[in-house]
C-alpha cells in the first residue's frame, strides 16, 4: 500500500524539478561527444594495461596508466562544472526542505516502509533522474 502525504507530494514535485534542471544544465553544459570518446579511449588503455601485465611489460603498462589519469582526470575536470553551475539551487533548497519538513516525520508509506523527507526525496530523484538522463541522452 502506498500513502502519500500532502508534504509527500510537495517533496516529490520538488525532486522533480532539481532533477528537470540537473539534467537540462548537464546536457547543455557537458559535451557528450567529448565524454564518449574518452570513455572509449579509457576502455583502450584499460585493455593495453591487461595485456602490459600479462605479458610482463612494466613500460608499456606505466605508459597506459599514465594516459588513464590524464584522462581521466580530465573527464572529471569536465563534468564537474554542471556541479558548480547547480551547487547554490541545490543547498537553498535542501535548507528550505530541511526547515519545513525536518521534523515532519513521515511523509510517505511505501509498501510498509515509512519515509522522511530526506529519503522520499532521494528516491524520486534518482528515479526521475534515471528516465530524464535516458530520455536526454545525458552520460
Same mark, same amino acid.
Given at each position: 500500500?502506498?500513502?502519500?502525504? %500532502?508534504?509527500? #507530494?510537495?517533496?516529490?514535485?520538488?525532486?522533480?524539478?532539481?532533477?528537470?534542471?540537473?539534467? /537540462?544544465?548537464?546536457?547543455?553544459?557537458?559535451?557528450?561527444? *567529448?565524454?564518449?570518446? $574518452? *570513455?572509449?579511449?579509457?576502455? +583502450? #588503455?584499460?585493455?593495453?594495461?591487461? *595485456?602490459? &601485465?600479462?605479458?610482463?611489460? &612494466?613500460?608499456?603498462?606505466?605508459?597506459?596508466?599514465?594516459?588513464?589519469?590524464?584522462? $581521466?582526470? %580530465?573527464?572529471? +575536470?569536465?563534468?564537474?562544472?554542471?556541479? /558548480?553551475?547547480?551547487?547554490?539551487?541545490?543547498?537553498? =533548497?535542501?535548507?528550505?526542505?530541511?526547515?519545513? #519538513?525536518?521534523?515532519?516525520? &513521515?511523509?510517505?508509506?511505501?509498501?510498509?516502509?515509512?519515509?522522511?523527507?530526506?529519503?522520499? #526525496?532521494?528516491?524520486?530523484?534518482?528515479? =526521475?533522474?534515471?528516465?530524464?538522463?535516458?530520455?536526454?541522452? =545525458?552520460?
Amino acid at each position: 500500500m502506498i500513502e502519500i502525504t %500532502e508534504a509527500g #507530494y510537495i517533496i516529490a514535485l520538488i525532486s522533480i524539478g532539481l532533477a528537470i534542471m540537473s539534467a /537540462l544544465v548537464r546536457k547543455a553544459v557537458l559535451d557528450q561527444d *567529448k565524454m564518449r570518446e $574518452t *570513455k572509449e579511449k579509457l576502455k +583502450k #588503455y584499460q585493455e593495453e594495461m591487461k *595485456k602490459a &601485465t600479462k605479458s610482463g611489460d &612494466t613500460k608499456r603498462l606505466q605508459k597506459s596508466q599514465a594516459e588513464m589519469m590524464k584522462l $581521466t582526470m %580530465e573527464n572529471l +575536470k569536465h563534468s564537474f562544472r554542471p556541479t /558548480l553551475i547547480t551547487f547554490v539551487p541545490f543547498i537553498l =533548497v535542501f535548507t528550505w526542505l530541511k526547515d519545513q #519538513y525536518g521534523s515532519a516525520g &513521515t511523509v510517505v508509506s511505501l509498501f510498509g516502509f515509512n519515509l522522511g523527507w530526506f529519503w522520499w #526525496y532521494l528516491l524520486c530523484a534518482m528515479t =526521475v533522474s534515471l528516465i530524464i538522463n535516458k530520455l536526454l541522452e =545525458v552520460s
